[in-house]
């Protein structure tokens, strides 16, 4: 079983506020990542890290922010939530080095702006 | 570049069908990696299997199968006598010199 968390698990949020999805997982995983997944299913990635202060944007342009100050800790915050950040958002991690391992997803944070 | 594509958006089957799952990737590497993760309704993705491209070996675990066929670059993966507890939506996955990379998944209504 992964050890790996996601709070919360559901949010509903007024449009403009500030919010923080927690990720932590005590595997000591260098490599993590936050995943937005449409309604219609498709898991887009929007940022990844290599390890403490590593962060990178992924493939989806998105206006959330990271951090990694510790090798267990990654949250994604949104500065002015909008209607269109709702979605689903799944944070995995992976151990270090070659991409030959399988990734383990936390349950994910069910995020609604209204 | 990497990329993998699940043809199939949505699959539904009567309890105790066979139904295999397309997956057919594009990569450049010449080592990369294979995965199946499925996700059932609580959300979170729960990896299934992994594959090397050194290892064309077909596998079989209790109902699940998977056919590597690196000629064709595709990961299909066989449910048999599909059961209720099989719905879920399946993603298959690359991963070698980029970050993994993610179908956009077949969703599986398996009706009683």
């Known amino acids: 079983e992964a050890d790996i968390y996601q709070t919360p698990r559901y949010l509903v949020i007024g449009t403009g506020k500030k919010i923080t999805l927690e990720c932590s997982q005590t595997?000591?995983?260098?490599?993590m990542y936050w995943y937005q997944q449409d309604p219609g299913m498709e898991l887009h990635l929007i940022h990844y890290?290599?390890?403490?202060?590593?962060?990178e944007k992924g493939d989806l342009s998105s206006e959330s922010t990271v951090s990694r100050i510790r090798t267990e800790h990654f949250p994604l915050t949104l500065e002015s939530a909008r209607p269109s950040h709702t979605s689903q958002y799944l944070c995995?991690?992976?151990?270090?080095?070659?991409?030959?391992?399988?990734?383990?997803f936390g349950q994910g944070t069910r995020l609604t702006v209204v | 570049a990497q990329k993998v594509t699940q043809a199939q958006t949505e699959i539904s089957v009567v309890e105790k069908e066979d139904v295999t799952l397309d997956c057919v990737y594009e990569t450049r590497d010449t080592t990369y990696y294979l995965f199946w993760y499925k996700q059932p309704p609580s959300g979170e993705l729960v990896f299934l299997i992994r594959?090397?491209?050194?290892?064309?070996q077909n596998e079989i675990s209790g109902r699940y199968s998977w056919n590597f066929q690196k000629s064709t670059s595709s990961f299909n993966f066989t449910i048999t006598a599909s059961q209720v507890v099989d719905s879920a939506v399946y993603f298959c996955a690359l991963g070698g010199s980029y970050i993994p990379t993610f179908g956009r998944g077949t969703s599986l209504i398996v009706h009683p």
């Open positions: 890290s290599y390890g403490v202060n590593s962060t």
């Open positions: 995995a991690s992976s151990p270090s080095a070659s991409m030959n391992t399988e990734a383990f």
């Open positions: 595997m000591g995983h260098d490599k």
């Open positions: 594959r090397n491209s050194f290892d064309e």
